[in-house]
């Protein structure tokens, strides 16, 4: 393989990296809540019943919002049933996955765990089968003062203080004949423009994301954003966005080419919100939110069968798949300019980076990039230019062989790169303008012979980074060898 040149220019600055967009996404479906961060009988659960091994594991991702409590599950879900005291709360038939709710786990057990873990709290409201008028009185439980109805309630429940919800999702993938509620694009902008104009008469600090379609490959998309940023105006601060990927094919070099079809999805909905911005002649424009994304396509049971914490989604990660994690992180980073806020889904058991079994714990392949992204994300991200091989994928044309990201922080320079090819290496030149490459501070590698390779219980250490530090720095360059199928973040000093 010919050598890849990274070019890279601190004039070529997209932006600050939100720290937002290394968000995550906790549903109540399958065992993501129940047996998953809560779960009062485990052996490893704190005093208010959260799972204290979870916890430690996940704060290794440094995660910021987690989206709550939905998903399919937020359009059908009263938040009144999920308050007050547990011996009071009613046990409900859950119609998105068919399962048994007993709302143990709510609004104030969820901001608790927000605040144990530092997360900011995303919430989202019912407009599939409720009603803006709810959504308002949410807002009210959440930020108002006491004095008021709700806001009493929530004191009464123990939180005098407000919990200061800033971020707020206006329904859930209400474009998808399978939601609840679901209903066409101009019906739901009606309802959405409703409660929006209450729930910021309540609160106006708050932020809101409006549902954008679903899904690149369904007949709405493009058209039902057009149609809901041309409704809420400037009350849409940012749009959704989702996305999930795999490998059904078993076609590894096709997979990897996914992140320019993310690409391709974060520029169509930026230049959706800079027509309707330009149609409405508006000062403001909705910024993007990626607030579902993952790989996803092995397990598809998600029919609970009337049981409580039923076994769904619960999808086994290979190494092939943590290259594909990745490549949205790439992407990410390339529009940092325009994405301000993504959520991995989801966090625990249910299509998650972490799994559970009894009071066992296992950290999933798709773990390692996601830490290894998060914990270089403070800085600046830079537009890389990538000279160098290319292939051809069927779904998106030619890809580079390198995939790659940067930020620029003070005096330090973090570097991500991916290489797609199977089974050749790639020499990867770096070159930062007007700054010296110095000293590699820190590096690591993920790699494995085998694009299949899983952790299990058993083997929980098949696929995790390995110490990287191969890097020739020459004349302020750096210059290092990217083994087939691997993924290097390395965070180089500068002079």
Known sequence: MKPTQIRLHP????????????????????????????????????????????????????????????????SGYHWLDGVGPKDQRPTVLEL??????????????????????????????????GTPEEARNWVEYCNRPPGTHYADRRAANGHSEPFHVRLWCLGNEMDGQWQLGHVPAEEYALRAWQ??????????EI????????????????????????????????????????????????????????????????????????LRRSRKRPWLC????????????????????????????????ALAVAGFLHSFLRHADVLRIANLAQVVNVIAPVLTRGDDLLVQSIFHPFKMFATRRDGVALKPVVEGPQYESRSSGPVACVDASAVLAPERLHLFATNRSLDTAAEIAVDLADAEIAAVERGELLVHADPKAANTFDTPNEVKPVDFREVRLINGHAQFELPPLSLAALTLGLK
């Open 11 to 74: 004039a070529f600055a997209l932006g600050k990296v939100d720290p937002r967009i290394f968000g995550g996404f906790l549903e109540h479906l399958g065992r993501a809540v129940y047996q998953g961060v809560y779960d009062p009988d485990s052996r490893h659960a704190d005093e208010q019943g959260f799972r204290t091994d979870v916890l430690e594991v996940l704060r290794e991702l440094r995660m910021t919002t987690m989206r709550y409590p939905g998903g399919n599950f937020a």
């Open 96 to 129: 998105a996955w068919q399962s048994i709710e007993p709302n143990t786990f709510g609004t104030d057990e969820y901001i608790t765990l927000c605040r144990k873990m530092n997360w900011d709290p995303m919430i989202t409201v019912n407009l599939g089968v």
């Open 195 to 204: 409660a929006a104009q209450m729930m910021k008469a309540v609160s106006p």
């Open 207 to 278: 932020e809101l994301v409006v549902c954008g379609s679903c899904g690149t490959s369904l007949p709405t998309y493009m058209e039902w954003d057009r149609i809901v940023l041309e409704s809420l105006g400037d009350l849409a601060d940012y749009i959704s966005l989702h996305r999930y990927v795999g490998n059904p094919g078993t076609d590894t070099a096709e997979y990897l080419a996914v992140g320019a079809s993310v690409d391709r999805q974060i520029e169509e909905m930026d230049a959706a919100c800079r027509f309707v911005q330009a």
């Open 290 to 321: 990626f607030d579902e994304w993952n790989v996803w396509y092995k397990n598809h049971e998600s029919n609970g069968h009337g049981e409580a914490a039923p076994h769904l989604l619960e999808e086994v990660y290979n190494f092939e798949d």
